[in-house]
């Protein structure tokens, strides 16, 4: 009780009581009034018309693409996010700080911009698709389009994670690795990627969850072709602009329980691997 009430003259805020009043207040409005609304509202379907939507083949194509183009952008932002945070990190050249802010556009380019830009870039006439296209690899309106968009606004949250991660290392320890023999091979498996996967795995995850719900860089390159292109979020928009507000909440409210279930297997595992680390020094 005395350490609480030495804590608690030493807080900024006004004290505990007022500071978790404000944050569930912030909480509900933000968070669980609008979530416990789409629950209602899918609940007012019968089992029958819930299982026909969630059922459908439009439904389950759109599910697949939607959790197949996501993870495999945040794999590529996972590998390449890794690298361009250990540059920014562990080297000082010319452009470093341009480089280090570019990191964060995608955060502030909306995201349909992005869409229309990416669009361009990649059609017959674009700098890129000019080159693409003759050799068969097409990129709007196909699976690989959607992963480069969501690669694209992704990269930011494993850059930004991994970087004060990096920041914190000594680098003397794999200076002392190498003394004793240990190749770049071993330096990099034995003693960064221990220190670094954990900050990996939460990049992955929020690049991940980000791609699930992603809509304005998608809706131009994807083309939405129904079976083939047509991601959940695409999806949920169609049913609204029918006046289908009940198919529509059925779609967001099943997405969300399966993002959330996902999402909490992977903080699981994430924090199970941990304990095991530690456990073994």
């Known amino acids: 009780m005395k350490a609480f009430a030495a804590a608690a003259q030493r807080s900024v805020l006004p004290g505990f009581g007022l500071t978790m009043g404000?944050?569930?207040?912030?909480?509900?409005?933000?968070?669980?009034?609008?979530?416990?609304?789409?629950?209602?509202?899918?609940?007012?379907?019968?089992?029958?018309?819930f299982g026909e939507i969630m059922m459908s083949p439009r439904t389950v194509a759109a599910f697949k693409i939607s959790f197949q183009t996501a993870f495999a952008a945040a794999v590529v932002d996972l590998i390449f996010g890794s690298i361009v945070g250990w540059v920014l990190v562990r080297y000082r050249f010319a452009g470093r700080q341009l480089m280090d802010a570019l990191v964060d556009l995608p955060f502030a380019l909306p995201t349909a911009v992005a869409g229309i830009v990416l669009t361009t870039l990649f059609s017959p006439n674009g700098w890129l698709g000019r080159y693409l296209i003759p050799h068969g690899i097409e990129v709007n309106y196909t699976p690989l389009g959607i992963t480069i968009a969501l690669a694209f606004i992704g990269?930011?949250?494993?850059?930004?994670?991994?970087?004060?991660?990096?920041?914190?290392m000594d680098p003397s320890s794999e200076d002392a690795a190498a003394t004793i023999g240990a190749n770049r091979r071993h330096i990099l498996a034995r003693v960064i990627f221990p220190k670094i996967w954990p900050a990996m795995v939460t990049g992955f995850t929020l690049a991940f969850a980000r791609g699930l719900g992603e809509y304005g860089s998608i809706v131009f390159i994807s083309g939405n072709i129904p079976l083939k292109t047509e991601i959940t979020t695409i999806l949920i928009v169609g049913r609204l602009e029918n006046y289908d507000y009940a198919g529509a909440t059925a779609l967001a409210f099943s997405m969300l329980v399966l993002s959330f279930l996902l999402l909490f297997l992977i903080n699981f595992l994430q924090a199970r691997s941990r304990k095991r680390i530690e456990a073994f020094g």
């Open 155 to 168: 990269l930011p949250f494993v850059v930004r994670t991994i970087q004060p991660i990096l920041s914190e």
């Open 22 to 49: 404000f944050t569930l207040l912030y909480l509900s409005l933000i968070v669980l009034i609008p979530l416990s609304t789409l629950l209602l509202k899918t609940m007012s379907l019968s089992w029958a018309r």
